[in-house]
Each structure stands twice: as structure tokens, then as C-alpha cells.
């Protein structure tokens, strides 16, 4: 499975938007890029998950360039609700039943 | 629908006692699979089953082990715990097309081993 490597930490101000890069040079041919939420005490919770270009939806937006060695997960006008920790895991989908979680990049919004 | 329900939601144990713990997936997931959560070691895979089988195991001792019932719910055990066991346990159910939905995790069991 491919080793990711993202920031330890970011902090950021309500209403800005937030980019968190994501490298995985490793990345296989069928591997998907996966990004998870976690807040204290809680599961992680699936945000999106990409396999090439752009992909969005109502909480976020993923952009991976054509070598897919990298991604960034974009989220828009951060509330301080959205202070968690955020893990990006890449793999095969459709069998792939073992995520490889790696330290996770822990934002702080402030006020 | 019903999220991933594990329970108990805190245990406390002395060392060397065993526990049971329990994971009830989304209804319709076959894959179960258990994650142990420590702030030393972040969020480590312990074990995933698909249909009342192992299919993928983490670099657990023995003393960890699990199962699946037909119905998908699934029961991992820790027996003789140690300290070192005290962590945050993880469930997570996935559809077949993990592609389209990811994992679903639940809110975990607090383990404290004293």
C-alpha cells in the first residue's frame, strides 16, 4: 500500500478555504485516494474519495494532477466546526479492505 | 439509516482479564473490519471480515481475535490484557463498492486497562 506524507498540523481563520496536500508517489494504477475527518473521540468519517482529476461534493473538493502523485483536499469557507484531524489514505477499491492510516494533518480554525 | 453501533462505549479492566467487544455494521455491509486507536501509535488495522471470513489481519498478537456472525455483526476479543491495550477500538463497515461510499466507522469503544 502506498505510504502518504501530509502536514502535522495547519491553522486557518472562519471563512477562508483551506488546501491540504497530500503526496503519494508510491500511488499503484488502480489505488484510489481517500480522505477521512476525525474529531476527538470519534470514528473517522469518509469526506471524498477521487481516482483522477477533480472530484467534488457538498463538503469538499479533491484535485489530483495527471501523475496522481499528489492530491489536495479543498474545503471551502472553514467554520470552527471543521477543526479535526484529516487523513488522506490511498488503495484499490472494489477488495480493498485495509486502510493504512498515516499521522493525518490536525487543522485548527480559529475564530 | 442506522450508522455502525458498537458497544459497549467505555470498559474498564484489569490487566489479565479478557474483554469482548461488539460491532453491528449498516445494514446490507458485509465487511467488518476493527482498528485499535492510541495516541503513541495513531490508527492501526487489527483484522477485516467479509462474510464470516478473515480476510486481512494486522501485525496483532494472537491475543486479539475476532469474528463475524451471518447477520455481519461482528466481536473482536483482547484476552489477558496489558497497559499497553488501553486505546480507542474502531469499527467500520464498507458496502461492496467501497469506491462510491468509503468506510463508515462507528464511535468506538474506550478501552482503559488498569
Known amino acids: 500500500l502506498a505510504k502518504t506524507t501530509q502536514p502535522i498540523s495547519m491553522d486557518s481563520y472562519e471563512g477562508q478555504e483551506v488546501n491540504i496536500t497530500c503526496s503519494h508517489n508510491?500511488?499503484?494504477?488502480?489505488?484510489?485516494i481517500t480522505w477521512y475527518q476525525q474529531f476527538p473521540s470519534q470514528g473517522p468519517r469518509f469526506i471524498i474519495q477521487?481516482?483522477?482529476t477533480k472530484v467534488t461534493n457538498e463538503v469538499a473538493s479533491l484535485f489530483i494532477p495527471a501523475d496522481r502523485k499528489s492530491s489536495t483536499l479543498s474545503l471551502p469557507r472553514v467554520s470552527l466546526s471543521d477543526t479535526a484531524v484529516y487523513y488522506c489514505?490511498?488503495?484499490?477499491?472494489?477488495?480493498?479492505?485495509?486502510?493504512?492510516f498515516g499521522a493525518g494533518t490536525r487543522l485548527a480554525v480559529h475564530p | 439509516k442506522a450508522g455502525v453501533t458498537q458497544t459497549p462505549r467505555y470498559l474498564i479492566k484489569t490487566r489479565g482479564q479478557q474483554v469482548t467487544l461488539s460491532c453491528s455494521p449498516i445494514?446490507?455491509?458485509?465487511?467488518v473490519s476493527w482498528y485499535q486507536q492510541t495516541p503513541g501509535q495513531g490508527l492501526q488495522f487489527l483484522f477485516e471480515y467479509f462474510s464470516e471470513t478473515q480476510r486481512n489481519k494486522g501485525n496483532f498478537p494472537g491475543r486479539f481475535s475476532g469474528r463475524q456472525f451471518s447477520n455481519s455483526r461482528s466481536e473482536m476479543n483482547v484476552s489477558t490484557l496489558e497497559l499497553g491495550d488501553s486505546a480507542l477500538y474502531l469499527c467500520a463497515s464498507s458496502p461492496r463498492r467501497v469506491q462510491d461510499y468509503g468506510y463508515t466507522f462507528g464511535s468506538g469503544t474506550r478501552l482503559t486497562v488498569v
Open positions: 445494514s446490507g455491509h458485509r465487511s
Open positions: 508510491n500511488i499503484a494504477t488502480n489505488d484510489y
Open positions: 489514505l490511498v488503495g484499490g477499491a472494489g477488495g480493498y479492505n485495509k486502510l493504512i
Open positions: 477521487g481516482y483522477k
